[in-house]
């Protein structure tokens, strides 16, 4: 029965998943579509990265539920009402608002369950009307030229529904004007108007007679497909086979290159006929419009890379490795916990289990991610936060394999979790998959110095959270007695001689980068120090160590501190906003850094109590400590005596 119970959570853990209800678009080949490969913020990416992205921005989720149809709206199903059908977008509640002066600002209706108002997402035709009031307010704040870190949150949430809107703007605008109703019949009015709008400016700039309706109404399409042009939307007109892959075209530069007598590419006329018929609800003539379409682009030498990366981006993104380790993680530490209760075997083998199939796939999401980027794990803070998230996790699972009382996979499973939900947080600034820093644009120094200091990372984070297993049982719980506590403290020395060594080899490799990257060794940058103080502070808790000046208690607290010096290595050099590390920049991350380091010098004040204010001492001294199996009972004072 137990075993059951073992592989239920497990099955449980793995099928996460959740299913989406089929919708009014089921009978679309929507999975086809999703494949479609386009540039956008110069990456190659599917369709459905472009929806998914630009809805985790927007709306802080990568799908969109729809209160009145009762289901999810898969992101690609989403962009492409953004993009073809604006009039059933516009009513989606996809932008979600959090400050209560924002919404009152722009005479939003609260919570009401009745009318299907959750309080928090509101669709673009509810904004519209408070449209000039946004701009208004930007405005006003932009002039200010306050750093981002000095603004308020409703300063804040402001200008970021501000560009939530630019962002949906620009994707109403990708394929076509977002107000054209049949696209393929205006490219057609579109080549009709072109012969007699061309000779009628011909005749205009000699100063002759010229037809002004002719003009008039070429002038229309050219003021158009101009403004299109200038909103930036994503590019969609693969190149011709005879150019590059990086000459990617959008629809409003193809439609005005036509009137200079350059031919319409044959890629928007396809874009034309899916646009029409997904618009005019007509899914046998979308499916044979995607369906050609994607033959055309196989036969294309030069877009064939770009549709490979397509279709494999979108499978990792249904695989959702990162997502679906999260239920598995907690489940594990939950049983890892329940086994330091009653040491029930069973419970941490099942623990044991659940994180070694999260550890498999999480790896199997870092290699994904590497095959499609094709460059080492760490490029980002999105990446940092996964590869130190599986570090630990491994570290962890190393650490259960020796010992065997739960204690690794607490501290693995408990910093899988956190980290990825801080990956989560991270990827609300857009797309993972894109680079931050050109200097960053060097593979070598990729697999070498990142992600050797970022391994420094996670071994300094493991031992912080193994001190504070120390402290918490300790303080609070009777579970400590001298077995647990002698471990722990040869765990949490091991992993700080691991973490020194990682630490100070990625610091000097990232010295050595800095030389050839911008000709000096050192520059006394925020996230150079950062590192050094790592180093430096891993260094000090080795030598109080050997040098007798703490003992387990106190070895303890110094881990504890790591966490703090480790985390704003990692994040708060970044909210510093100056030197050349200075980018990822979350200005909402400063409050849950500084609620982090209080949480630690908390621990570090508990951890420093008189041992009288200890139950676990408490317990030795009386001798009504929990036992494991097998264990011998503790003696007393007073039976020592007798």
């Given at each position: 029965?137990?075993?059951?119970?073992?592989?239920?959570?497990?099955?449980?853990?793995?099928?996460?998943?959740?299913?989406?209800?089929?919708?009014?678009?089921?009978?679309?080949?929507?999975?086809?579509?999703?494949?479609?490969?386009?540039?956008?913020?110069?990456?190659?990416?599917?369709?459905?990265?472009?929806?998914?992205?630009?809805?985790?921005?927007?709306?802080?989720?990568?799908?969109?539920?729809?209160?009145?149809?009762?289901?999810?709206?898969?992101?690609?199903?989403?962009?492409?009402?953004?993009?073809?059908?604006?009039?059933?977008?516009?009513?989606?509640?996809?932008?979600?608002?959090?400050?209560?002066?924002?919404?009152?600002?722009?005479?939003?209706?609260?919570?009401?369950?009745?009318?299907?108002?959750?309080?928090?997402?509101?669709?673009?035709?509810?904004?519209?009307?408070?449209?000039?009031?946004?701009?208004?307010?930007?405005?006003?704040?932009?002039?200010?030229?306050?750093?981002?870190?000095?603004?308020?949150?409703?300063?804040?949430?402001?200008?970021?529904?501000?560009?939530?809107?630019?962002?949906?703007?620009?994707?109403?605008?990708?394929?076509?004007?977002?107000?054209?109703?049949?696209?393929?019949?205006?490219?057609?009015?579109?080549?009709?108007?072109?012969?007699?709008?061309?000779?009628?400016?011909?005749?205009?700039?000699?100063?002759?007679?010229?037809?002004?309706?002719?003009?008039?109404?070429?002038?229309?399409?050219?003021?158009?497909?101009?403004?299109?042009?200038?909103?930036?939307?994503?590019?969609?007109?693969?190149?011709?086979?005879?150019?590059?892959?990086?000459?990617?075209?959008?629809?409003?530069?193809?439609?005005?290159?036509?009137?200079?007598?350059?031919?319409?590419?044959?890629?928007?006329?396809?874009?034309?006929?899916?646009?029409?018929?997904?618009?005019?609800?007509?899914?046998?003539?979308?499916?044979?419009?995607?369906?050609?379409?994607?033959?055309?682009?196989?036969?294309?030498?030069?877009v064939a890379p770009d549709r490979a990366k397509a279709s494999r981006e979108v499978f990792f993104n249904r695989m959702a490795p990162?997502?679906?380790?999260?239920?598995?993680?907690?489940?594990?530490?939950?049983?890892?916990?329940?086994?330091?209760?009653?040491?029930?075997?069973?419970?941490?083998?099942?623990?044991?289990?659940?994180?070694?199939?999260?550890?498999?796939?999480?790896?199997?999401?870092?290699?994904?991610?590497?095959?499609?980027?094709?460059?080492?794990?760490?490029?980002?803070?999105?990446?940092?936060?996964?590869?130190?998230?599986?570090?630990?996790?491994?570290?962890?699972?190393?650490?259960?394999?020796?010992?065997?009382?739960?204690?690794?996979?607490?501290?693995?499973?408990?910093?899988?979790?956190?980290?990825?939900?801080?990956?989560?947080?991270?990827?609300?600034?857009?797309?993972?998959?894109?680079?931050?820093?050109?200097?960053?644009?060097?593979?070598?120094?990729?697999?070498?110095?990142?992600?050797?200091?970022?391994?420094?990372?996670?071994?300094?984070?493991?031992?912080?959270?193994?001190?504070?297993?120390?402290?918490?049982?300790?303080?609070?719980?009777?579970?400590?007695?001298?077995?647990?506590?002698?471990?722990?403290?040869?765990?949490?020395?091991?992993?700080?001689?691991?973490?020194?060594?990682?630490?100070?080899?990625?610091?000097?490799?990232?010295?050595?980068?800095?030389?050839?990257?911008?000709?000096?060794?050192?520059?006394?940058?925020?996230?150079?120090?950062?590192?050094?103080?790592?180093?430096?502070?891993?260094?000090?808790?080795?030598?109080?160590?050997?040098?007798?000046?703490?003992?387990?208690?106190?070895?303890?607290?110094?881990?504890?501190?790591?966490?703090?010096?480790?985390?704003?290595?990692?994040?708060?050099?970044?909210?510093?906003?100056?030197?050349?590390?200075?980018?990822?920049?979350?200005?909402?991350?400063?409050?849950?850094?500084?609620?982090?380091?209080?949480?630690?010098?908390?621990?570090?004040?508990?951890?420093?109590?008189?041992?009288?204010?200890?139950?676990?001492?408490?317990?030795?001294?009386?001798?009504?400590?929990?036992?494991?199996?097998?264990?011998?009972?503790?003696?007393?004072?007073?039976?020592?005596?007798?």
């Amino acid at each position: 029965m137990k075993k059951l119970f073992l592989w239920l959570l497990i099955l449980g853990g793995l099928s996460s998943l959740r299913g989406t209800a089929a919708g009014p678009n089921a009978a679309y080949d929507l999975e086809s579509f999703a494949k479609l490969p386009v540039v956008f913020n110069g990456r190659h990416q599917p369709v459905d990265s472009l929806g998914r992205n630009s809805l985790i921005q927007i709306r802080h989720r990568y799908g969109l539920y729809d209160a009145k149809e009762k289901r999810e709206v898969p992101a690609a199903e989403w962009v492409a009402e953004v993009m073809m059908r604006p009039e059933v977008a516009d009513d989606r509640k996809a932008f979600r608002l959090d400050h209560p002066d924002l919404i009152s600002l722009l005479k939003l209706p609260g919570k009401d369950e009745s009318r299907g108002e959750d309080g928090k997402h509101y669709s673009w035709n509810q904004l519209a009307p408070g449209f000039k009031e946004i701009e208004d307010q930007a405005r006003r704040i932009l002039s200010e030229k306050k750093d981002a870190s000095q603004r308020n949150a409703f300063e804040q949430d402001l200008l970021k529904l501000r560009n939530a809107l630019t962002l949906y703007l620009r994707l109403k605008n990708t394929v076509h004007p977002q107000d054209t109703t049949n696209f393929t019949e205006e490219l057609a009015a579109f080549e009709q108007a072109i012969p007699g709008g061309v000779a009628a400016a011909r005749e205009q700039q000699v100063g002759r007679s010229y037809n002004t309706n002719d003009l008039e109404r070429l002038l229309r399409f050219a003021s158009r497909y101009d403004v299109i042009k200038e909103m930036e939307p994503p590019l969609i007109i693969p190149p011709a086979p005879t150019k590059t892959a990086e000459d990617w075209q959008r629809s409003g530069d193809v439609l005005l290159n036509h009137l200079r007598g350059e031919p319409l590419p044959e890629a928007l006329t396809s874009w034309a006929a899916i646009s029409t018929a997904f618009r005019t609800g007509n899914p046998t003539e979308f499916n044979s419009a995607v369906a050609r379409y994607q033959q055309q682009l196989a036969a294309n030498p030069v877009v064939a890379p770009d549709r490979a990366k397509a279709s494999r981006e979108v499978f990792f993104n249904r695989m959702a490795p990162f997502y679906n380790t999260m239920p598995l993680y907690v489940g594990a530490f939950l049983l890892a916990c329940f086994y330091w209760f009653n040491f029930a075997e069973w419970a941490r083998k099942t623990a044991w289990w659940m994180v070694m199939v999260a550890f498999v796939i999480h790896t199997i999401g870092l290699i994904f991610r590497m095959w499609l980027e094709g460059r080492p794990p760490v490029t980002n803070l999105y990446s940092s936060a996964i590869f130190i998230g599986w570090g630990s996790v491994g570290l962890g699972l190393i650490l259960e394999k020796f010992w065997r009382n739960g204690i690794g996979l607490v501290v693995g499973s408990s910093l899988g979790f956190v980290t990825l939900i801080i990956a989560h947080n991270l990827a609300l600034g857009g797309d993972t998959l894109q680079m931050l820093q050109a200097v960053l644009d060097t593979n070598f120094w990729l697999a070498t110095h990142v992600v050797i200091v970022t391994l420094g990372y996670a071994s300094t984070y493991v031992a912080g959270f193994l001190a504070i297993i120390y402290i918490v049982r300790g303080v609070f719980t009777k579970g400590l007695d001298e077995a647990t506590g002698k471990s722990l403290a040869r765990m949490v020395y091991g992993i700080v001689c691991f973490g020194t060594l990682f630490s100070f080899v990625g610091t000097v490799l990232g010295g050595i980068w800095a030389d050839q990257s911008w000709g000096r060794f050192w520059g006394w940058d925020p996230k150079e120090n950062g590192a050094l103080i790592i180093v430096l502070w891993n260094a000090l808790i080795l030598h109080a160590r050997w040098g007798g000046l703490v003992r387990e208690r106190g070895l303890m607290n110094l881990a504890i501190v790591g966490n703090i010096v480790t985390s704003w290595s990692w994040f708060g050099t970044n909210m510093l906003g100056i030197g050349l590390h200075s980018y990822g920049f979350m200005s909402g991350a400063f409050l849950w850094l500084g609620g982090f380091i209080l949480s630690q010098l908390a621990l570090v004040a508990l951890g420093s109590l008189p041992f009288e204010y200890w139950r676990s001492h408490q317990a030795r001294k009386t001798g009504s400590g929990p036992r494991p199996p097998g264990a011998r009972p503790s003696r007393t004072p007073e039976a020592v005596a007798a």
